[in-house]
């Protein structure tokens, strides 16, 4: 960078990027467009290569600007903690944790998931439900700090996202208790009568589970799938049908939930992965999960 760098003008440059205009970033800023556009010009040709570009009524980012952004978002990233760092540095030290959960991720199984970092002194936990794509464009911006996912990172070079397994657990059918004589009578034949509840193809699990249906050639009588393994659950719990859920959920599925094991998913299960972004100097709570396999 030259001598003439201004934080001022990536930070105009960040806003541009983030609201998708010049428009409705000079209003976010209450200036004039001119002087915005101004500004980027000027961070373009202090740093030797052009962030944006024309998209329709807007701009979009080029090559240069993707990696600018990214380093933007983590210097004012850094700024936005300021005051919450000063706060601890006069009274208790929390440390804050943001982890990233997979729509499709039993909720149950997060709890056990984190256990390692858990008895942190001093922990202040922020847990974010989101989709798995959407999840891994946060952790890659370092928006978040770790991602709990059914599935590991895909690879992408531009992300540089790394994975670590959590272990698995074997799936098992559970019903609710109006259901459960006739899911176990004839199991697991029965499922083509009794009414199943599924995850979508979303989990990564469900293309298993479809696969097991398969070999056993069973049809099942499907009568709902959901996205969010929470509802799935819900619905299941509340007598809408019978489902596929963890092994390693089973006590909390029996006493919060009230539904009974039918009978186990042979060669079906879950996995686990935290999926982290490479950097220099890695959240220790992170590491710490990472070092954890079941």
Not at 159 to 186: D, E, H, T
Not at 283 to 291: A, K, M, N, Q, W
Request: overall charge positive; aromatic content about 8%.
């Amino acid at each position: 960078m030259g001598p003439d760098f201004s934080y001022r003008h990536l930070y105009y440059f960040w806003v541009v990027a983030k609201e998708g205009g010049m428009a409705r970033a000079a209003e976010r800023l209450g200036m004039a467009v001119q002087t915005v556009s101004t500004q980027v010009r000027e961070l373009e040709r202090t740093l030797g290569y052009a962030l944006l570009k024309p998209a329709g009524r807007g701009v979009a980012l080029t090559d240069a600007g993707f990696a600018a952004l990214r380093q933007a978002e983590q210097i004012f990233q850094l700024g936005e903690q300021l005051p919450a760092a000063l706060r601890d540095a006069v009274g208790s030290p929390a440390v804050r944790l943001v982890v990233g959960i997979s729509d499709q991720l039993p909720k149950l199984a997060v709890k056990q998931l984190m256990q390692p970092v858990m008895q942190e002194p001093n922990l202040r936990l922020l847990c974010l439900v989101d989709e798995f794509e959407d999840l891994l464009g946060d952790l890659a911006l370092h928006r978040i700090d770790v991602v709990l996912a059914d599935r590991a990172a895909p690879p992408n070079p531009n992300l540089k996202l790394y994975s670590q397994s959590l272990g698995s657990s074997a799936l098992a059918w559970y019903a609710p208790a109006a259901l459960y004589a006739a899911a176990r009578r004839g199991f697991p034949q029965s499922l083509a009568s009794v009414p199943v509840l599924l995850p979508t193809t979303h989990a990564a699990v469900r293309t298993r589970l479809d696969q097991w249906f398969e070999r056993r050639g069973i049809k099942p009588h499907l009568v709902g799938e959901f996205e969010d393994s929470a509802l799935l659950k819900t619905f299941g719990a509340a007598g809408m049908g019978v489902f596929p859920m963890a092994g390693l959920v089973h006590g909390d599925l029996k006493d919060r939930y009230g539904v009974r094991r039918v009978g186990p998913c042979d060669g079906v299960a879950e996995q686990f992965f935290a999926i982290g972004a490479r950097k220099k100097v890695l959240h220790p709570l992170v590491e710490r999960l990472f070092r954890v396999q079941r």
